[in-house]
């Protein structure tokens, strides 16, 4: 069998969507899912402990707010049933349309939303809302992102294709967190644990607000496209199936529990590296759980120098996994990633320069094991199932390994007393049941996309 054959058409994209618009249309969704994480976990941090929960304990009140931010993670199984099921009968365009904007609605009304001092727990349980509003329609985002790009790749290059919706993650947290630094700087407090007055009462919502921008960028580029050549496929042959979720757990059992795997590692260390680390390196060191003392500017720019390792190895796994296999790419990868969980101790030891190592090296481990996932787990599930077999791996892995990591992370963390070992000790237990299922796996570099 040809490579055209096993990867679809050569050429510089295929039919139907230019290579710009094939990049643009898997990038701009995820760049939106990613700045509304980010958006939501920083405020999780520095605002919804003070303005959603009774004034109190504040480790309880960033527990609290933690657990809402993982809500959202049970909400994405869900949302990956109903757009995949959508995707696969209706076609990957208007669910991706469908799911950008539901998205972009939630998070523009957690803008709007009252706080505690208004409302009591009303405020909390609006927040529950639409932050599982969020979660539900991420569950469709990034699928069909990961299809777009996939399925309209030339031959021998779907993993490199495939990184254009991974891309959105490390671009999505510049833009969210340079929007809070720029705010923070024009709203500055004089308390480094506690931000500004101003910055409480109406600040933290112009990021929320601001994402309503970018969602009518998204729409106007995703009304663009058109269906790709492998739903068509589907379609012209009559494999179109009646219930895809039902199809997908009877014949396809074992690589939605393999897909699932694959991704464990790359959440957890996704979550520690981004919302744990910002808890973590902002907490004084004199306090009851002591922390690294950075004050939050400082250390969100050494977060965003970090990031930008983050992307660059996001593209550069591409082309590894498109010449030496995805399987062989991520099975050393996530070993390293094993290595770097026993090791944070010894690094942020170092000091400055160890802090700023260990944010290079985890965000560089996030970039490599992040990339490859747009191409493998599409690859997992022929064509007439896709949409729904590879949103719920990707988003059952978020509950896996996301939307406890944070919650595990504190405990850990005080556990630990302040010392960060244990919760590097969890990522390498992590990350080691991503190795068992990857020497369990299969290459799928070879699979028929259209099939």
């Not at 699928?143 to 999505?172: D, H, W």
């Not at 967190?177 to 112009?206: H, K």
């Not at 039902?246 to 979550?271: N, Q, S």
């Not at 593209?315 to 026993?342: K, Q, Y």
């Amino acid at each position: 069998m040809s490579s055209t054959t096993l990867a679809g058409s050569s050429g510089a994209a295929r039919a139907g969507n230019s290579r710009a618009r094939v990049i643009l249309a898997s990038l701009v969704g995820t760049t939106i899912e990613f700045y509304d994480f980010y958006v939501y976990a920083t405020a999780a941090v520095l605002v919804f402990p003070h303005l959603f929960f009774p004034a109190g304990n504040d480790t309880t009140a960033l527990l609290a707010s933690f657990a809402i931010f993982g809500a959202a993670m049970i909400a994405r199984p869900l949302g990956a049933v109903f757009f995949g099921h959508l995707g696969d009968k209706r076609g990957r365009k208007v669910t991706l349309v469908a799911a950008l904007l539901t998205m972009g609605i939630a998070t523009f009304l957690i803008g709007c939303l009252p706080t505690y001092a208004s409302v009591g727990w009303f405020a909390p349980f609006l927040l529950v809302v639409m932050r599982l509003t969020q979660g539900f329609a991420i569950g469709g985002e990034w699928s069909g992102a990961a299809l777009v790009a996939t399925e309209n790749a030339p031959a021998g290059k779907r993993a490199f294709y495939g990184t254009f919706p991974q891309l959105g993650a490390p671009i999505g947290f510049i833009i969210a967190n340079g929007l809070f630094l720029i705010i923070s700087a024009v709203l500055p407090s004089d308390d480094p644990t506690r931000p500004s007055t101003a910055f409480l009462d109406w600040g933290w919502r112009i990021p929320f607000l601001f994402s309503a921008v970018m969602v009518i960028v998204g729409l106007w580029v995703r009304f663009s496209l058109v269906e790709s050549a492998a739903f068509e496929k589907t379609v012209k042959s009559g494999k179109v199936r009646k219930l895809p979720m039902a199809d997908a757990v009877r014949h396809h059992w074992r690589e939605l529990i393999l897909g699932t795997f694959y991704m464990l590692a790359t959440y957890v260390l996704f979550y520690l590296m981004t919302t744990f680390s910002l808890s973590y390196g902002r907490a004084a060191t004199t306090a009851a759980v002591p922390g690294l003392g950075y004050d939050y500017r400082t250390f969100v720019m050494m977060m965003i120098v970090g990031v930008v390792f983050f992307g660059i190895f996001t593209m550069v796994s591409g082309p590894w996994a498109d010449r030496w296999g995805r399987r062989r790419t991520l099975l050393w990868v996530t070993a390293a990633i094993m290595l770097f969980g026993l090791v944070w101790v010894p690094i942020l030891s170092l000091g400055s320069f160890g802090v700023m190592a260990f944010l290079i090296i985890g965000f560089t481990l996030m970039g490599m094991t992040f990339g490859p996932m747009g191409a493998l787990l599409p690859e997992l599930f022929p064509a007439n199932v896709r949409y729904t077999g590879s949103g719920i791996s990707y988003n059952v892995a978020s509950i896996l390994g996301a939307a406890v990591a944070p919650f595990i992370a504190v405990a850990l963390w005080t556990y630990g007393a302040g010392s960060p070992f244990w919760v590097g000790v969890y990522l390498t237990v992590m990350a080691g049941l991503t190795f068992i299922s990857l020497v369990l796996g299969k290459e799928t570099s070879g699979v028929d996309i259209d099939a």
